[in-house]
């Protein structure tokens, strides 16, 4: 097939042997993902969904098939896929500033100035508006905080596609939402393609355009996909009434509970 | 979808207004009035519960020293003889009557200035040991079993086999606070190595840091911590070498010292080479300590 997606995810499949035993973690998983689309990936835990995403990080590598993103094979980690990592994983000894400086000089070193550098370093601590606690370090700073440079990080490497693994799974639920607002504010404005883990449905039909439903593991697969068809920019407080917020919300909690039950699976 | 839903039509969401935007709030720290009195106070108020405790329990332990002691021959002498008999030593630290008739000010640098080249080495060698082992699987399985009998052995009993090896006492006295030094950098090193965290991998992965930086930018500030602990244990552990290396030295040195006021029946003065000993230990972990807290900020042990 001549692909025209962005980022095509065609037919992985992903094995981990440990001696003599191998555990197929996903089979056969194919998707397509446009530029500037928002796609959360969610399922049950185990359910291997972020192995999906390391993948597509090129932190995992596929045992079958491959990933292409914009016309390029994915073969190992690197910048233009940029991952948000669930505990931020910053480096505690950089401050707030260091840290996405790291990633900046790295990525732009040659390509731009050391004053370039540094008002793009600003200007994506502004985007998350982290600005004041730019030298403060990792463990001076709340978790929604962190995670928010977390995200100014991987924004600054200018990613083709931006990778989220379960990035407010750790937060509480008012911080959870500043931060998902933030996001789709982000996204607005900057039009990424994203690819986002979570297990929170609210979350996922909130900021997606489309749902990808994981089945159970071992060998998990795409089982369904539900598009959210919502107009951008999406208020919170309006859509949740709107009948194609709810209806995607349903279809994802009866494909996680009705369906595909991690007891009556396992049973 | 078509899937009806009566469920979840009536489901209300948690209302959160869309437009509040995250602000922090910087609150400066209150001043207080009159800062200069208060703050001695304070630290006045400190400084005492820090030393009242330790100078209470240490006149207590003289005095029990003392009546155990006193008018006794032979044996430990009290503190009162001590006094008697040790008394230059003690007032005067840096008396120099040449050759080895000095001051214990002397004999202490002389001490440290060998722990240093030794204490050194150690260091060097150790850290490069401890990473090679925390990064190599194979390294790890060769050599940790090693390290962990090595690391067992008393300074004292290196000594015969370093003057086998080195012939000379100056090289085999080095090699006594090296070798009994090492273990505790080489083992810290590489658990720290070993126990880095898969996030920091992966960051710098999808950075595509190239070795050199992943070492300098990444596996050596978040391994600081253990190097440290290792170092420090390893200063503690030379500087308790250097009575067994300097047996065999001669000449200047605390060490030394010590074994020659023994030859000499002089316990008065062994006791205030002890403190000495004591005193200068305990500061070398605490420089070592203090090091560890400035070069990783504060997240040191």
């Not at chain 1, 692909?3 to 499949?13: P, Q, T």
């Not at chain 1, 200007?123 to 990792?138: G, W």
């Not at chain 2, 050199?212 to 440290?228: D, K, N, S």
């Amino acid at each position: 097939m001549a692909s025209k997606a962005y980022l095509s995810i065609e037919s992985v499949g992903v094995s981990f042997s440990r001696g003599a035993v191998a555990t197929e973690v996903l089979r056969d998983v194919s998707l397509r993902v446009d530029e500037g689309e928002f796609v959360s990936i969610i399922g049950h835990s185990g359910c291997g969904k972020s192995t999906l995403l390391n993948v597509v990080a090129g932190l995992v590598p596929v045992t079958r098939g491959a990933v292409i993103l914009d016309r390029q094979a994915v073969e190992a980690p690197g910048p233009d896929r940029a991952v948000v990592f669930q505990n931020h994983s910053l480096l505690p000894w950089l401050s707030v500033y260091e840290n996405v400086k790291l990633a900046v000089d790295k990525v732009f070193a040659g390509k731009r100035s050391r004053a370039e550098r540094r008002d793009w370093v600003m200007h994506n601590l502004a985007l998350v508006q982290m600005t004041h606690a730019r030298n403060q370090r990792p463990s001076e700073i709340s978790g929604g905080m962190k995670q928010r440079v977390g995200i100014a990080r991987a924004l600054a490497m200018e990613p083709k596609v931006l990778l989220l693994d379960e990035p407010f799974g750790a937060l509480d639920a008012l911080t959870r939402a500043h931060l998902q607002d933030s996001v789709m504010e982000i996204h607005g404005k900057l039009k990424n393609t994203v690819l986002m883990v979570t297990h929170d449905v609210d979350e996922a039909a909130l900021l997606s355009d489309r749902i990808v439903m994981m089945t159970n593991g071992p060998a998990a697969h795409i089982g369904e996909i539900q598009p959210v068809d919502l107009p951008r920019p999406r208020k919170r407080l309006e859509i949740d009434r709107e009948p194609a917020y709810l209806n995607a919300r349903h279809a994802v909690i009866a494909f996680l509970y009705a369906r595909h039950g991690t007891v009556r699976d396992a049973a | 979808m078509s899937v009806p839903a009566p469920k979840f039509e009536t489901v209300e969401q948690v209302p959160t207004p869309p437009d509040v935007q995250p602000t922090a709030v910087v609150l400066p720290l209150p001043r207080k009035g009159n800062g200069l009195l208060r703050w001695l106070g304070e630290a006045a108020r400190q400084v005492a519960s820090a030393v009242i405790p330790p100078v209470l329990v240490l006149a207590v332990l003289l005095a029990v020293w003392e009546m155990l002691m006193a008018g006794q021959t032979g044996g430990l002498p009290a503190p009162s003889t001590i006094w008697l008999e040790s008394k230059d030593l003690i007032l005067d630290p840096f008396f120099d009557r040449g050759g080895v008739d000095k001051g214990l000010f002397w004999h202490v640098l002389t001490s440290l200035s060998r722990v240093g080249v030794g204490f050194s080495l150690a260091a060097v060698v150790g850290i490069g040991l401890g990473v090679l082992v925390g990064v190599n699987l194979w390294a790890h399985r060769g050599l940790d079993p090693i390290f962990q009998v090595l690391r067992t052995v008393p300074p004292l009993a290196w000594l015969p086999i370093s003057l086998a090896v080195f012939r000379e006492a100056q090289p085999s006295a080095l090699f006594v606070i090296f070798v009994t030094a090492i273990w505790p950098i080489v083992i810290n090193t590489a658990a720290g190595v070993r126990n880095l965290p898969a996030d920091y991998i992966n960051v710098s992965r999808v950075l595509r840091l190239s070795p050199l930086e992943f070492f300098f930018r990444i596996l050596l500030p978040a391994t600081t911590p253990h190097v440290f602990t290792g170092l420090r244990i390893g200063i503690g552990m030379s500087w308790l070498a250097i009575v067994a290396s300097e047996m065999l030295l001669g000449g200047v040195g605390v060490g030394f010292f010590i074994w020659d006021q023994y030859n000499s029946s002089r316990i008065s003065d062994i006791v205030v080479a002890l403190l000495w000993v004591g005193l200068t230990g305990y500061l070398l972990d605490r420089m070592v300590a203090l090091l560890g807290r400035l070069i990783s900020r504060g997240s040191a042990a």
